[in-house]
């Protein structure tokens, strides 16, 4: 057995139990090789905020399932360009790449006048 922060690792195979309370009356099944493990979570004290306690490959595990939000795959900005509902002449705009390169990229406009918005292909 191997408990790494609240993580509790199967001692046959190492396998990532889940479950870890911290009760040792709890016991937790490997899902891999079906191993009865006790949990032993609660006598290592890290806390969660503390990204450092985990092993190098963990944390690469853990960014890699990480999904890109909306807002951090583009850019806004403003353009001189007049919205055709309210005629206001600056409006937000930003650009997103679509899934592939050969799609062109798409241009989005949002006008903060009237919320209207629209998008055109290059
Ligand atoms: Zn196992
Ligand atoms: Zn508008």
């Known amino acids: 057995m191997t408990a790494i922060g609240s993580l509790v ?16 009356k709890v016991r937790l099944n490997c899902e891999v090789c079906g191993t009865n493990n006790r949990d032993t979570s609660s006598t290592i004290i890290t806390t969660k905020s503390k990204p450092s306690a985990f092993p190098s490959a963990l944390r690469s595990k853990r960014s890699a399932v990480q999904t890109l ?8 900005a ?3 360009q007049a919205c055709p509902e309210c005629g206001k002449q600056e409006v ?15 241009v989005f406009y949002n006008c903060d ?10």
């Open 69 to 76: 939000t909306e807002e951090d795959t583009r850019t806004t």
């Open 113 to 122: 006048q009237c919320g209207n918005k629209w998008q055109s292909n290059n």
């Open 92 to 106: 937000r705009y930003y650009t997103q790449q679509l899934r592939s390169a050969d799609e062109g990229t798409t």
């Open 78 to 80: 403003t353009i001189r």
């Open 9 to 24: 690792f199967c001692t046959d195979c190492g396998n990532l139990l889940d479950g870890a309370s911290g009760d040792k």
